[in-house]
Every structure is written in structure tokens, then in C-alpha cells.
């Protein structure tokens, strides 16, 4: 008499797992996306900061601010620009023959009508009146500079963190969330570029620098910081693409093996 045991005859079929693999394919493909978007906000930010890392330090007796007695009309155009009625500010009755222009009022606020955004990196268009403003309160920083009664570290920081404000003010007006949320970054991006920039100078006033024997100029300066600090950023850039794409190919031998692995113990 023989007892056929019909669940050992049979042979193992295991239709979960493959109704069950497109549904596992399809988290790394998502989790893929979002490491592609984090990995380009990491490149651009490597990107920006890299003329800034390596820029030289500013001299012990440029860095530190001088002490004295500062210039009242230059503070009290400081404080008018940073505050609550930036369009309307009492400029020193000399200031347009020193700085070589006339401040305007553009879009609310009283502006350097040449400046600009000096970035390695292309900035958004809503961010022009920031940069203007920007460069006016630098100006102004020169012309205390220039009569020998700098403002303290608190005029530079006050200019800094009003651009900061503005940038991520004007990425506020864009509908689109994504498109916002881009703007921000790009605007972290900068205004942390120029944050580091200040504290390497102690928050003294922003005098002409040079890099590598090359002076850096308002006009030429994202030509300059890409020459300078371009070839540096882009070895960066390219490990980092070399370890990305190395990532990629090792990341998918991996899947197998964990499925065998899980196949091995489900025989079992």
C-alpha cells in the first residue's frame, strides 16, 4: 500500500513573488528620483561654494575693523536701507560724487542702478532689486571706509541678512510650489555664499580682493570666480558624478541577491 502525500509530490510554485516584483521595482525607482534631485542641489551648492573655499584669507589688518568713532551719516543711511522705509533714506550730501552714481528707487526700495547678482551660478531675475540694494549698502560701507570712521561688523551684517530676507521674499511671489521651492534653494545658496564671504572678512568693510594676483571686480567677478575656481569645481563635481554613477551600477546587484536569499528561506 503506498501513502502519495500529495503537498510533496507537487512542486513549489511561488506566484507572490512574482506578482510581488514589479511592486518592489518600483520604491528604488522613486527613492532614485529623489537622490537625482538632492544629488543636483549638492553639485549646485558644491558648485557655488567652491571660489569661496578657496579664496585666500583676508590680512589681519584688513579682517578687523578699525576702532574710532563711525561716520553718523553713513550709519544713519545704513539703518534707512535696512529698515522699515528703504525708499526713502538720507544719503551723505556727497556720497553720488564719491561712489561715481546716483542711488534710484526701484521696486520699492533705493537701489545701485549698475549693480547686479555677481554669482558663479545663474540667479533668479526676481532677485535684481536684492543685489542692487545689496551693492548700495556695501557703498555705503566704503564711503565710512574711505573718511576713516568704518562702521562696526553690525552695518555689514544688517545689509547681509536684509538681502536674505528679500531673496526669500521674492521667491514667495511664484505660484508654482516646485518652482518656489527651487528659488529658496537658489537663494540659500547665495546669500550663504555672501554670509561666509563676510565672516572670512570679520564683517569689516568689503574692500577689492585678490585671488591669485587677480583682482576681483564687481563687473567681471562670476567670469573671475569661474576662472579661478572653475577647474577645482569641476573635479569636484566629476568625483562626485564617478561616485554616483559607481553607487548606481553596485545598488541593483544587490536586489538579486536579497531576492535569492529570500527565496532560499522560503523552500526552507
Known amino acids: 500500500m503506498t501513502d502519495a502525500s500529495p503537498g510533496s509530490a507537487e512542486p513549489r510554485a511561488l506566484p507572490e513573488s512574482t506578482s510581488t516584483a514589479p511592486a518592489r521595482d518600483r520604491r528604488p525607482r522613486r527613492l532614485g528620483k529623489v537622490r537625482q ?8 551648492a558644491m558648485t557655488a561654494m567652491v571660489p569661496l573655499a578657496f579664496a585666500p584669507a583676508m590680512p ?16 544713519a543711511a545704513v539703518a534707512d536701507l535696512v529698515g522699515d522705509h528703504p525708499w526713502s533714506v538720507a544719503l551723505p550730501t556727497d ?26 551660478i545663474q540667479l533668479p531675475a526676481e532677485f535684481t532689486e536684492a543685489c542692487k ?18 562702521l562696526q561688523p553690525w552695518a555689514r551684517q544688517a545689509i547681509d541678512a536684509t538681502l536674505q530676507r528679500r531673496m526669500h521674499a521674492a521667491c514667495d511671489t511664484r505660484t508654482d510650489a516646485a518652482a518656489r521651492a527651487r528659488c529658496d534653494v537658489l537663494a540659500t545658496v547665495a546669500t550663504t555664499g555672501v554670509d561666509l564671504n563676510s565672516r572670512r572678512q570679520n564683517y569689516a568693510t568689503p574692500d577689492p580682493e585678490f585671488l591669485f ?28 558624478i564617478v561616485g554616483i554613477v559607481a553607487w548606481r551600477r553596485l545598488r541593483p546587484a544587490r536586489l538579486p541577491a536579497t531576492a535569492a536569499v529570500a527565496e532560499a528561506g522560503a523552500a526552507g
Open 37 to 44: 534631485v538632492v544629488v543636483s542641489v549638492l553639485l549646485a
Open 133 to 150: 540694494a545689496h551693492d548700495l549698502g556695501y557703498d555705503m560701507l566704503r564711503y565710512a571706509e574711505q573718511r576713516q570712521q568704518p
Open 60 to 75: 589681519a589688518s584688513a579682517a578687523v575693523a578699525k576702532p574710532g568713532v563711525e561716520n553718523l551719516p553713513a550709519r
Open 213 to 240: 594676483g587677480t583682482q576681483l571686480s564687481g563687473e567681471r567677478l562670476s567670469d573671475q570666480l569661474l576662472h579661478v575656481g572653475g577647474p577645482a569645481a569641476v573635479g569636484a563635481v566629476s568625483a562626485a
Open 95 to 120: 556720497f553720488a560724487a564719491e561712489a561715481g552714481y546716483r542711488p534710484v528707487v526701484e521696486d520699492g526700495i533705493l537701489v545701485d542702478p549698475d549693480g547686479d547678482c555677481s554669482s558663479p
